[in-house]
Structure formats: structure tokens, C-alpha cells
């Protein structure tokens, strides 16, 4: 009611109408005020989902319409990043810069790396140890992003023997941690 209350205060100045409760011209301000506080929580949805920094269902599922494959939807503001890197694929978009600004449109945070050999790159994924859940779909989308003349290889990160070493990692503080093999082989702590 908002709005009927604002009415009520632009209307009492002029003294003619009986603003009340209940009267006549009270409900008629009551009932605009209903229809106009309606609108006005319509187009601040609309507002909201039409903007994709602010946009949390519709408009993102509307934008995620739009391409073959959708990002692995992990949470709100990872899909706003991954629709952005998505939307800026674009004919010019073969220099390593480029490739590493849409690659993220899998949907989390993807590097790619030249390698050593010739037409090939790696992907890694800093922030993620282990497969990313979701893998399959990732690799769909960001194969196509890459341009087709190279070949990708996938690059997952593990603990390493090196890095227990020099951890001075033993088998008793793995028995008392309680680790199973896979949750001890994704205890990454560095990055790339």
C-alpha cells in the first residue's frame, strides 16, 4: 500500500476528497495503490533480470537458452561469468589473451596454457582439485571455444609423491588425519 498512501499525501493538499478508510475515494486510491504497487514489484523484477550483473533466474536461464550448451551451473555468480565469457566469443578470438578470457564460459575458472609441443594447448583448473564435477559438460564447451586446428589436453592436479615428501608427509599422519586415498590425493595446496 505504498503507493495508495503516497496518492492520499499528493491528494489531502487540495481538501476536496474524503481520503478516508472505507470511503469511496479512499477505496478507489486503495485499489490504484494495489495495481500500481503490483507494477512497481513487476519492473523492478524485470529490471533486475534484465541486467546480467543483477540477473538471478529468469535472466539467466533466458541468456543460457541462447547457446548449445549451457555452463555447469555451480552457483549464481559463476553462471553470470561464465554467460559474460561466453558472450564475448567473437571472430577474433583466436590469440591465447582471447581464448583465455571466454574459456571460462565451462561455467568455473579454466587457464589455457601453450605447451611445448606444436598445436597443442592444456587446460587446468586452478581452483578446482581433482575432475571438476560436471566434467563431461565442461569439456563439450570449452572444445568449443577452442579453435578446432588444436588439440587439447586436459590437465588435473593431484597431490604428488614430490610434494608429500617434501611435506615430510608419513603413513601415521595420514592413519590419524582419517584420510580415504581420494579425499588424501585431492589435499592440493598449491596452485597453478
Not at 582471447?98 to 561455467?107: F, P, R
Request: hydrophobic share 40%; glycine share 8%.
Amino acid at each position: 500500500m505504498e503507493y495508495a498512501q503516497h496518492l492520499r499525501k499528493l491528494l489531502r493538499p487540495l481538501g476536496v476528497y474524503d481520503l478516508s478508510q472505507g470511503s469511496l475515494s479512499g477505496s478507489e486510491l486503495d485499489a490504484l495503490g494495489f495495481g500500481l504497487d503490483q507494477l512497481s514489484g513487476r519492473l523492478d523484477y524485470v529490471e533486475r533480470e534484465s541486467a546480467l550483473a543483477t540477473a538471478e533466474g529468469e535472466g539467466l536461464r533466458r541468456r543460457e537458452a541462447l547457446f548449445a550448451r549451457t555452463p555447469v551451473q555451480y552457483s549464481i555468480p559463476l553462471r553470470r561469468e561464465a554467460i559474460a565469457a561466453l558472450l564475448r566469443i567473437g571472430g577474433d578470438s583466436f590469440t591465447l589473451a582471447a581464448i583465455n578470457e571466454t574459456v571460462s564460459g565451462c561455467g568455473i575458472k579454466a587457464v589455457v596454457q601453450e605447451t611445448d609441443r606444436f598445436g597443442w594447448v592444456k587446460i587446468v583448473f586452478p581452483d578446482v582439485a581433482g575432475v571438476p564435477e560436471g566434467f563431461e559438460q565442461i569439456r563439450s564447451i570449452i572444445l568449443d571455444i577452442i579453435p578446432c586446428h588444436l588439440e587439447v589436453v586436459f590437465d588435473f592436479r593431484f597431490l604428488t609423491w614430490r610434494e608429500c615428501e617434501e611435506a615430510g608427509y608419513t603413513w601415521r599422519m595420514l592413519r590419524e588425519g582419517a584420510y580415504t586415498w581420494k579425499r588424501f590425493e585431492l589435499a592440493v595446496s598449491e596452485t597453478y
